[in-house]
T-cell receptor, first 110, second 113 residues
């Protein structure tokens, strides 16, 4: 069955540094991959979508890579700020667009 | 453009009762999906509706059901509530069935006592 792995442990980084989050998936080939941000008690907020024929996508301080050979996506936040502290979910999608990773909790320390 | 709205935001029910949750998608979005989120299981897909038809279904018992109206608004129903149904229920809308990002509502926090 399809499986998604994200770092289950929290990631703590210093303000100004680059945060890198990992998403690995197995047993399927998604046509695209999405990243979402979720704050406690709120619904996820869409951040970026990258398609299988795109290697990299950027939006402001965010960058996502998608390696279909490694079955992995990396999510980078450059010049991180305390306001970036949240849980980040990846969702490799396609026919099965409904599968989300359990998320990585990021804490940016001032 | 108004976002996804869900009502009610909070709900307390007792075991054995039933509950109906409502979701209004973003205007123009035709797909509505429902998810259950719990601390231990993360986001679990319940079902997706498109053009008033259930197109996909997750691995939940038949006590969980839903429907979509002609204006794309959707409802989900849980009958014979169990303690384990306590969760945040999220609705998400998207333009189409696949290839598009989902926009989530704020969720309905259901507590079953």
């Amino acid at each position: 069955s399809q499986k998604i792995e994200q770092n289950s442990e929290a990631l703590n980084i210093q303000e100004g540094k680059t945060a890198t989050l990992t998403c690995n998936y197995t047993n399927y080939s998604p046509a695209y991959l999405q990243w979402y941000r979720q704050d406690p008690g709120r619904g996820p907020v869409f951040l970026l979508l990258i398609r299988e024929n795109e290697k990299e996508k950027r939006k402001e301080r965010l960058k996502v890579t998608f390696d279909t050979t490694l079955k992995q996506s990396l999510f980078h936040i450059t010049a991180s700020q305390p306001a970036d502290s949240a849980t980040y979910l990846c969702a490799p999608s396609g026919t099965y667009k409904y599968i989300f990773g359990t998320g990585t909790r990021l804490k940016v320390l001032a | 453009k108004a976002g996804v709205t869900q009502t009610p935001r909070y709900l307390i029910k007792t075991r054995g009762q039933q509950v109906t949750l409502s979701c209004s998608p973003i205007s123009g979005h035709r797909s509505v999906s429902w998810y259950q989120q719990t601390p231990g299981q993360g986001l679990q897909f319940l079902f997706e509706y498109f053009s008033e038809t259930q197109r996909n279904k997750g691995n939940f018992p038949g006590r969980f059901s839903g429907r979509q109206f002609s204006n794309s608004r959707s409802e989900m129903n849980v009958s014979t509530l169990e303690l384990g149904d306590s969760a945040l229920y999220l609705c998400a809308s998207s333009l189409d069935l696949a290839g598009y990002e989902q926009y989530f509502g704020p969720g309905t926090r259901l507590t079953v006592t």
